[in-house]
């Protein structure tokens, strides 16, 4: 197995404390359509609990992120059958591996963010790895409600990429 560089996962752990949600100024919440198809391959949802107790406190693989929000940040967030798979066979710290990392956060090679249409928005990041983030969730980890709106612009504000529109 090849062994994944200390700052490499911690960068993995970094990429999704900073959620794909941002404050709106409206009144009138959406609800995200009942029928919409996912567009992407990340549609489900890792073990976080045992994903985050390994990776922050029994491997200790971040210096920033706490258990409370490596739980928060990967409830909000959508993985690939394939990193549903890694995470649920792994033992130990020896298990965040080459396999895990690219099952889990595929590379990509522009940075930005894109709405899939199915609530949910895939980020690639500065460390060149794929994130997708549930919109609803990462905004409920923020205390907020998602207003249903997923893009560059929500009720006269603007972003230079796509993003979850989250208010309250």
């Known amino acids: 197995m090849v062994k994944l ?3 490499l996962v911690g960068m993995v752990g970094i990429g999704l404390v900073s959620l794909a949600c941002s404050s709106g100024s409206g009144d009138t919440p959406k ?3 009942a029928d919409a198809a996912p567009a992407n391959a990340a549609t489900e949802q890792i073990d976080y609990e045992k994903f985050c107790k390994l ?3 029994e491997c200790k693989l971040s210096d920033t992120l706490t258990l409370p ?3 928060s940040s ?3 967030s ?3 059958a394939a990193c549903v798979g890694e995470v649920a066979a792994m033992a ?3 298990d965040f591996d080459g396999a895990f990392l690219n099952a889990c ?3 990509c090679s522009v940075p930005g963010a894109v709405c899939n249409g199915d609530g949910t928005v895939t980020q690639c990041r500065e460390n060149k790895r794929e994130y997708t983030v549930d919109c609803q969730r990462s905004c409920v980890a923020r205390s907020q409600i998602w207003t249903g709106e997923c893009g560059v612009a929500f009720e006269g504000q603007t972003s230079s990429e796509d993003k979850c529109w989250c208010k309250g």
Do not use: D, I, K, L
Request: charged share 15%.
């Open 55 to 57: 990776f922050v406190t």
């Open 105 to 107: 956060f595929p590379s």
């Open 69 to 71: 929000e490596c739980v």
């Open 31 to 33: 609800s995200a359509p």
């Open 78 to 80: 959508r993985f690939s």
């Open 5 to 7: 560089s200390r700052s």
């Open 74 to 76: 990967y409830r909000a």
């Open 92 to 94: 130990g710290c020896g």
